[in-house]
């Protein structure tokens, strides 16, 4: 408890002495590409929020696993926080991606790209996983599909790569002969947005632990008001469902 | 074991009664698709070699989203009149539920499929209705039905669970759509050139492993 307090506050303290440090790295330090020169700056920022999403699918497969093995709603926070900050960071590499290609390649999108399409198909997975937990009320019900799902979708993502790579082919950039000063910029710029993708899940995490908790107290004082007094919200319930109507359900009813 | 393909025997059989005596997905699904295929032949007027080499990918595009009908209907059906209570107190392995709504949804994919093949064959002129290219629709088929009956039954507990189904399972579908669609391709003499068999075989034995393996966990109640 008490390692973990000091690890987040010392990534409270980092992130944005490394958020302005990337910056200076990349935007004056790092020398300008051979034929794109400045445009490809933004590479330093594309690459690793798109890294930093992919991190963000792994934990989501990661927690799902393990809820559905302990059925620890922790995990199942987690795994909702992780996919939220994914689609965040997804979006972002994403349309960098596109600001990058337009003056690059002379268009936003190249279709039937596989790194795109492939990119494309996996954010849209949890897309639709934010989808699925948005329409479940339920507690555990909503923990329980959502980590089927956060399985499946990591499953499916490198089938979508294989499959795309059959009739397409690739003309995403790979750049591999770097500079050094490029080479350490980028790997500045990496570290420091896991680090702040890190600190978005953290913040995350602890916003759904906060909600959690509220909803346990309101659940209490619901209870409570409930004893002093709502005995005719219960007949209503009482007709459809004779076995033990739950407070909750009595609540909401009126 | 022989319990196990019994159950699954009994489900599939339950399915083809209700769904032959009440006809009401497999005639809406066929409309459907020979309406597609109408809009499409009058909507592209394609030109011979375009027809040829776009014809898989909008038999597969119209097969989807005929699937995706029909999968909405799949658990649902069982939900409305309490039916799934009753399947799920049965005593027999989830699974065996699974696998045997899977045999029955792949059983209508496939009278949809006998409907498309001809259809599309006629209007766009594309010689679709070739026995080579049999396996790859089929193994495109049983993917389908792997993944749409797990998402089918996890869809179900949703609101708006119309769009939840789409919108959870397409992208999902689309290495499925992609690979069949590539394998059904036709070369200028209208011979089969597609060779993405193999892919399509992997994908289909992965999805159906884990269907079969997260089944449980969506239908516990």
Known sequence: MVVRKVLSRALDIIVV???????????????PEKTMHDVYRIFYFHV???????????????CSVLYLRTRDRRYDLVAAAAAETAVLFGALGISMGMLWAKPV?????????????????????????????????????????????????????????????????????????????????????????????????VRRVRLELTRAEYERLRLDLLALAERHGAHEQRRIVAGAQPAQPTTVETLRLS | MKDYVRAIGTIVHKDAIVELRTRETLLASLIFTLLVVVVFAFALELAPAT?????????????????????????????????????????????????GKMLANLAFMVAVLVVALPAFSILLGVPLLSPALLPSALLGLLGFAAAGTLFSALALNGRAREVLLPALFLPLAIPVIITAAGAMRLDAAGAPSGSAVGVLVACDALYLAVAVLLFGYTIEE
Do not use: K
């Open chain 2, 51 to 99: 027809a040829r080499a776009v014809a898989p990918g909008l038999l597969w595009v119209t097969l989807a989203f005929a699937g995706v009908l029909a999968l909405g209907r799949s658990f649902a059906a069982e939900r409305d009149r309490g039916a799934l209570d009753g399947l799920l107190l049965a005593p027999v392995d989830p699974t065996a539920l699974y696998v």
């Open chain 1, 17 to 31: 002495p490394a958020v302005l440090l990337s910056l200076g790295l990349a935007f004056l330090y790092a020398p």
């Open chain 1, 105 to 201: 390649w002379g268009t936003f999108w190249i279709p039937g790209d596989i790194h795109l399409m492939t990119t494309a198909v996996v954010f849209l997975i949890y897309v639709a996983y934010l989808m699925l937990r948005g329409a479940i009320d339920d507690d555990e019900r909503r923990a329980r599909l959502a980590a089927v799902v956060g399985i499946f979708g990591l499953v499916g993502a490198p089938i979508v790569y294989f499959s795309i790579r059959i009739i397409h082919v690739g003309n995403h950039p790979v750049l591999l002969a770097l500079d050094p000063r490029m080479q350490l910029t980028f790997m500045v710029c990496m570290i420091t947005m896991l680090l702040f993708f890190t600190f978005v899940l």
């Open chain 1, 48 to 62: 690793p929020a798109t890294a930093s999403a992919g991190l963000g699918i792994a934990i989501v497969f990661v």
